[in-house]
Structures are given as C-alpha cells and as structure tokens.
C-alpha cells in the first residue's frame, strides 16, 4: 500500500511516469526501498537501523533500540 503510494509520488517527482507503468526499472526501486528504509527503519535520532514499528494513539511510530527514540512515520 505504501509503496504503491510511493511510486506514485516518486513517478510525479520524476515527471515520467512510463518509468513505472512503462517497464519497472530495478534501479528506480532499489531507490524508494532505500527510501522506504530510511524513513520506516532508521532511527532519525541516531541513525541506527535497530528499531521495532509500534502505534500509539492511532499513529504509527518507530521505536529505537539503540537510543530509544520513539518517532512517528510515514508522515508525509
Ligand atoms: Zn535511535
């Protein structure tokens, strides 16, 4: 759902959408998995990969291992 969402944007951003409709570019995907990864796996805190997914109050947020920082995501 996300990434459909995301590829949509990326596409936009792009102003080519044929780069996805037209033939799914593995580079273009590694890009937004890169993408995805910063922004639902890295703790924007201190960087580290080591967190959980968690919701609180409806919202979904990442919980670090490493330092405990508890941001939300997937905002925007
Ligand atoms: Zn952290």
Known sequence: MFLAKELATAASED?????FIGRKD???F?????????????CPVCGSPD???D???R????ICEACGARSP???G
Not at 59 to 62: A, D, E, S
């Open 15 to 19: 102003g080519d959408r044929a780069i």
């Open 26 to 28: 593995p580079q273009s």
């Open 30 to 42: 590694s890009v937004l998995i890169n993408r995805y990864m910063k922004r639902f796996v890295i």
């Open 51 to 53: 967190t959980h997914p």
């Open 55 to 57: 919701r609180e109050h």
């Open 59 to 62: 919202v979904q947020i990442l």
């Open 73 to 75: 995501t997937g905002q």
